[in-house]
């Protein structure tokens, strides 16, 4: 599968289904999820390493919060995918919406063996509870 691909998968799993079992899935065994500017104990984890602690993490955070409830604009919403090497994605989402605040962020993804292997999710922390 290529990285677009795979790349829509996550935001299918996570942002649309909020499914923690098929985010963790995308993972390696050993992946790696991150939030660097979200600070430690926020609502949303700043680090969850392997797997395991990615689905439980995720899982725990879907739980404790609520969708954003805005429907997307897709005429004001931007995204740009770049793709510095094979195994790198980088994603620019300008997220615009008809009835919530706009949300942007960009997105780090390393691959591996087919799955991401590391993701660097950088976003305003005020933006998820």
């Given at each position: 599968m290529d990285t677009e691909a795979m790349y829509q998968q996550y935001v299918w799993a996570g942002a649309m289904r909020r499914d923690?079992?098929?985010?963790?899935?995308?993972?390696?065994?050993?992946?790696v999820l991150e939030a660097p500017?979200?600070?430690?104990?926020?609502?949303?984890p700043h680090r969850l390493e392997g797997r395991d602690e990615i689905r439980c993490g995720l899982a725990e955070y879907y739980a404790k919060s609520s969708p954003s409830g805005g429907t997307v604009d897709?005429?004001?919403?931007?995204?740009?995918?770049?793709?510095?090497?094979?195994?790198?994605?980088i994603a620019e989402?300008?997220?615009?919406?008809?009835?919530?605040?706009?949300?942007?962020?960009?997105?780090?993804?390393?691959?591996?063996?087919g799955?991401?292997?590391h993701l660097r999710d950088y976003f305003h922390p005020d933006t998820v509870s």
């Open positions: 923690a079992d098929a985010v963790a899935d995308l993972f390696t065994e050993d992946g500017l979200v600070p430690e104990g926020h609502v949303f897709g005429e004001r919403s931007r995204l740009v995918l770049h793709h510095p090497d094979p195994d790198t994605l989402l300008d997220a615009a919406f008809t009835d919530a605040p706009p949300v942007f962020l960009v997105q780090v993804f390393r691959f591996r063996d799955a991401i292997a």
